[in-house]
């Protein structure tokens, strides 16, 4: 959520110029070193903010939240400055004293990051609650959410809400449209039956133009961590007994077929490949961190060990060039697999992800001093904007992706 997954959505009308401008970093070339606008210092990463401010600071304080680190004041307070008077949230505001309006895109995936980042920091009650309710004000008929209010329903829209009222306390499965349909009945309507062959237990981000389902890798990601209700940090999973799909429209059914469908796919290479046009044969070492952790957190960890030893040896160098989110989203790979993710194949990845904002409130020793790589960090596009970028590809649509992982997802 980020997510899981995932980066990272299919989202706001644009024309497709400005989403081919982004395409560029979505396998972790660094973003542009020239920032369009000023970026503010109470910000993780130093890239343009334009599409994932919101996320990439949510996100890293998550990941943060996991390991004890509390981040500092300034830096809270920019994130919940972003916050609409309604509740919802923005990918970023650059100037959060002017009221929002009409023009201003508010969008769920950015709210419900923040809502789980403030969440995490705690003592922002007040902004969470204004953020849930505005979530549950844009709920669709069917149970889920799109990126925009009133857009049609994703699987990576609905699961990062699902982990914002899960976070705040909230039970996801009691939380119903007028029509009286839960996110996991989006979910289940998003999903590949046993019977699809290769895509079986997969979920599609959304359904073709012609209702048709596509088993899409990093939608199924983010839709086991929201059938499982939970958010971009889940725990270690309990192994089932079987690893075969297994028919069934019930969230444990959807979690299970998603992990098991994720097992399959990186299965043969440990690693997920990039769907971006003329980058297929390269990793996609975000959507893999993303299946990782949703493979631990549906199936334990016995079919996670050789993938995450695989990003362990090859993903260092891509969060380093992508930022907060890339980092936040190892360090969810980490948690969720019970391993250090202050030792992750020698990098610490917990003092890279400090460092590529204000120093935290409160962190151990071992966060202190170097920050010589902060300046190289960049915004932490991730893999959701994959999956917008080829859906805009293949469609033929001008829409561009969440801010979640703005690259992605």
Same mark, same amino acid.
């Given at each position: ?54 996320? %990439? ?64 920091? /705690?003592? %922002? ?8 309710? #505005? ?9 889920? #959410?799109?990126?925009?209010?009133? /857009? ?58 012609? /209702?048709?389902l596509t088993a899409n890798a990093d939608a199924t990601a983010a839709g086991v961590l929201g059938a499982l209700g939970t958010g971009f940090a889940p725990g270690k999973g309990k192994a089932p007994d079987a ?98 993710? %202050? ?25 202190? /001093? ?33 801010? %979640? ?5």
């Amino acid at each position: 959520m980020n997510i899981r997954r995932s980066g990272a959505l299919v989202a706001a009308t644009v024309v497709i110029g400005a989403v081919s401008a982004q395409a560029a970093v979505a396998d972790g070339a660094s973003p542009s070193a020239s920032p369009k606008v000023v970026v503010p210092s109470g910000l993780y990463g130093k890239g343009d903010p334009t599409y994932d401010g919101v996320w %990439r600071q949510s996100l890293a304080f998550v990941a943060q939240d996991t390991v004890g680190v509390h981040p500092a004041a300034k830096a809270v307070d920019w994130l919940a400055g972003q916050q609409c008077a309604n509740g919802g949230f923005a990918a970023f505001r650059a100037d959060p004293a002017k009221a929002c309006d009409a023009k201003t895109a508010v969008d769920s995936n950015s709210t419900a990051a923040a809502v789980q980042a403030l969440a995490a920091v /705690g003592g %922002r009650d007040a902004a969470v609650t204004k953020g849930v309710d #505005w979530l549950k004000k844009n709920q669709n008929a069917d149970g889920g #959410w799109g990126y925009l209010p009133g /857009g049609a329903s994703d699987a990576n829209s609905t699961s990062v809400v699902v982990g914002a009222l899960a976070a705040a306390d909230q039970k996801p499965a009691g939380v119903k449209s007028a029509d009286g349909k839960s996110a996991t009945d989006a979910l289940a309507s998003l999903a590949l039956p046993c019977s699809d062959g290769k895509g079986a237990g997969a979920l599609a981000y959304q359904p073709d133009k012609k /209702g048709r389902l596509t088993a899409n890798a990093d939608a199924t990601a983010a839709g086991v961590l929201g059938a499982l209700g939970t958010g971009f940090a889940p725990g270690k999973g309990k192994a089932p007994d079987a690893y075969t799909c297994e028919d069934g429209k019930t969230a444990e059914a959807l979690a299970h077929n998603g992990g098991v469908y994720l097992q399959n796919q990186l299965s043969t290479h440990l690693y997920l490949k990039s769907q971006l046009a003329g980058a297929t044969d390269k990793p996609d070492y975000g959507n893999t961190a993303d299946a990782v952790t949703s493979i631990a957190a549906a199936e334990g960890i016995k079919y996670t060990k050789d993938p995450y030893a695989w990003l362990e040896k090859n993903a260092t160098d891509w969060a380093a060039q992508s930022g907060p989110a890339a980092y936040a989203q190892l360090i969810f790979a980490a948690h969720a697999t019970g391993n250090d993710p %202050r030792d992750f194949g020698g990098t610490d990845l917990v003092s890279a992800l400090n460092r590529t904002g204000p120093a935290p409130a409160s962190a151990d020793s071992s966060d202190a /001093g170097d920050k010589k790589k902060d300046d190289d960090n960049g915004g932490g596009f991730g893999t959701w904007w994959i999956v917008g970028v080829m859906f805009v590809a293949a469609m033929g649509a001008g829409f561009l992706i969440s801010g %979640r992982k703005k690259q992605q997802l």
